[in-house]
């Protein structure tokens, strides 16, 4: 019997071990979420009931774990991670409860270099309508990324791989027209005179197929003859205001040559 029933204990205490243990990896890698932007990347994950702290780990494939200095005994549900991680090279993570032993299974891969996203790009336009041509001159976003105290741009990581691609249209009409450009300066020609264009901007990695976010539109404005643009009523105003003025103004003449006779008239007459 009592063979039994220390048995039965062991029993127990293996089952309840064995939830225990399978309750701890069901925390994986659905659950923790890599995000990066201008190569800020963060490690982020749903809080626990209880409000544990947290110890947080990376390795590159196939290589040792390594403790992310900053995210040790943290109770904040996310890791910044953008300062130990090589951009160019592949991570997988993996996160635990400080006071656990268990590590709650690990993140999927990611590559800065090729995962993170670029933001808006800005520009200043300087729009030649009436030549046919606009220059744009881009400036490169900045990057989370120091060298030498400095932070870097997008240009700085990318180097020949960065291109930008510009979108553009005539005022008024829904038809675009893109071409890319592997400067900070972005000439577009074959304008017509005198017209309105739209233009906003992109970064383009060669390597990637998706764009970055796009800039805000910045538009020229037509520079043709006065009326050219205008609508019809705003014409016929116009040219209605013009002609009451000529009136005036011809009103205004007629009277003062008659009030002039008048008086010449009438100094004549006192002679």
């Known amino acids: 019997m009592d063979f039994l029933k220390h048995f039965q204990y062991f029993g127990v205490v293996f089952a309840t071990s064995l939830v225990v243990a399978t309750a701890g990896q069901q925390f994986n890698h659905d659950k923790l979420h890599w995000s990066s932007t201008n190569f800020k990347t963060l490690l982020t994950w ?66 800065p270099y090729k ?32 060298k030498n105290g400095s932070l870097l741009t997008i240009r700085d990581v990318f180097q020949n791989q960065l291109n930008y691609r510009v979108s553009y249209q005539k005022v008024g009409s829904t038809r675009k027209k893109e071409t890319d450009v592997d400067s900070n300066v972005a000439v577009v020609d074959g304008l017509e005179p005198n017209e309105g264009y739209c233009f906003s901007v992109a970064a383009k990695v060669l390597s990637r197929a998706d764009l970055g976010a796009w800039s ?56």
């Not at 590159?60 to 090589?86: F, G």
């Not at 670029?118 to 009436?130: C, K, N, W, Y």
């Not at 003025?245 to 002679?271: D, E, F, G, H, N």
Request: charged content about 25%; proline content about 4%; some cysteine.
């Open 46 to 111: 749903e809080p626990e009931a209880g409000d544990p702290s947290y110890d947080v780990e990376y390795a590159e494939h196939d290589k040792d774990w390594l403790s992310a200095p900053n995210c040790l005994d943290i109770r904040e549900t996310e890791c910044d991670l953008t300062n130990v991680l090589d951009p160019e090279k592949s991570y997988a993570a993996r996160l635990k409860k400080t006071i656990s032993t268990d590590w709650w299974g690990t993140s999927d891969y990611f590559t």
């Open 115 to 146: 995962q993170s996203l670029i933001t808006a790009v800005s520009f200043s336009l300087d729009a030649r309508v009436a030549d046919g041509c606009a220059t744009l001159t881009i400036t490169d976003p900045l990057t989370a990324l120091y």
């Open 216 to 271: 805000q539109q910045q538009c020229s404005k037509a520079h043709g003859p006065f009326l050219q643009g205008l609508r019809a009523e705003v014409v016929v105003g116009l040219c209605l205001l013009l002609l009451l003025l000529l009136v005036i103004i011809i009103t205004s003449v007629v009277c003062c040559r008659r009030r002039r006779q008048r008086r010449q008239q009438r100094t004549a007459q006192m002679l």
